[in-house]
Nanobody, 124 residues
Framework: VQLQASGGGLVQAGGSLGLSCAAS????????MGWFRQAPGNEREFVAAISRSGDSTYYRDSLKGRFSISRDNAENTVYLRLNNLKPEDTAVYYC??????????????????WGQGTQVTVSS
């Protein structure tokens, strides 16, 4: 299984970025997909998740309205749109996959597969 995240970069505060995560080696539509982020000195934290079909999403409360998760099961790809970025959004962003779908899972240990991360840096 491989998850390949891309799309990070340097952006000014108020700007936007689109992250992608291409999955291979798994039946993509069988997995709930999530995004997490880790800032220097901080623990990895949940950002958003999307159901297997893509018809339902869940966000970290503080990020609602600014970030948007979506997926394309035909392309085995999950996306994260980051809008109105703030310096505190600076972090390495990771995509992850979990087979669990009984509820929304927001802890690192609930996800079995991880991408390598993509750096997002927001300047003030």
């Amino acid at each position: 299984v491989q998850l390949q995240a891309s799309g990070g970069g340097l952006v000014q505060a108020g700007g936007s970025l689109g992250l992608s995560c291409a999955a291979s080696g798994l039946i993509f539509s069988n997995y709930v997909m999530g995004w997490f982020r880790q800032a220097p000195g901080n623990e990895r934290e949940f950002v958003a998740a999307i159901s297997r079909s893509g018809d339902s999403t869940y966000y970290r409360d503080s990020l609602k309205g600014r970030f948007s998760i979506s997926r394309d099961n035909a392309e085995n790809t999950v996306y994260l749109r980051l809008n109105n970025l703030k310096p505190e959004d600076t972090a390495v962003y990771y995509c992850a996959a979990t087979v669990y779908n009984a509820r929304w899972y927001t802890h690192n240990n609930d996800y079995g597969y991880w991408g390598q991360g993509t750096q997002v840096t927001v300047s003030s």
